[in-house]
């Protein structure tokens, strides 16, 4: 069985062929390409090294985890921090190489969602927000509230993810046609 990842639930939940052309067939998407993901990375590992207490405070974080590889049954991920927070919950922050636009993508809303998931079942503490960190627009922190329905939401792309896989399944496309015109599966996929 595939360990998944929120790469994977992000791209499940943008268009579900992605899965399938990748996971099915086999065939790649060549990632590492992009210059955003590449620095992206690098930035997120220099973040690492770098102790943002003042960040935590005005969180009212009383402990972190940093770069936390958590997993279950379905989804792994590296957290860049689980807080603790001082009302009993937990919370994790992510860094993000990105300029802050007054939105905050579902991209990185579902990343969140994800670790929320993955935070409550290995600690056994509750995840009602996670943060945000845009390294682009001087480390601006942005709390995201998350709700069970989100934790839901990312559990069933999760179950339907591997239904695709295991079943060789072909999902129906995305609706937003939109979507469809920078796919690095375009020119395979039937409509």
């Not at 065939?27 to 690492?48: A, T, W």
């Not at 090294?49 to 379905?74: M, V």
């Amino acid at each position: 069985m595939l360990s998944l990842t929120p790469s994977h639930i992000i791209q499940y939940l943008y268009c579900p062929r992605f899965t399938f052309f990748e996971y099915v067939l086999g065939i790649p998407q060549y990632e590492e390409k992009h210059f955003k993901v590449m620095k992206g990375r690098e930035i997120h590992d220099q973040k690492l090294e770098q102790n943002k207490n003042y960040l935590r405070k005005r969180i009212g974080a009383t402990d972190k985890f940093l770069d936390q590889y958590l997993t279950n049954d379905l989804i792994r991920g590296i957290v860049d921090e689980v807080l603790v927070l001082e009302d009993g919950t937990m919370a994790p922050l992510d860094y993000k190489f990105a300029i802050y636009e007054d939105k905050i993508y579902d991209t990185y809303r579902t990343q969140l969602y994800c670790y929320a998931w993955l935070i409550e079942e290995t600690f056994g503490k509750k995840v009602e927000k996670g943060f945000l960190v845009y390294t682009r627009s001087q480390h601006k922190l942005v709390e995201v509230k998350i709700e069970e329905s989100n934790k839901a939401d990312v559990k069933n792309a999760a179950a339907e993810i591997q239904r695709i896989i295991e079943e060789n399944f072909y999902p129906k496309a995305t609706k937003f046609k939109s979507r469809c015109v920078n796919c690095t599966y375009r020119n395979i996929c039937t409509k």
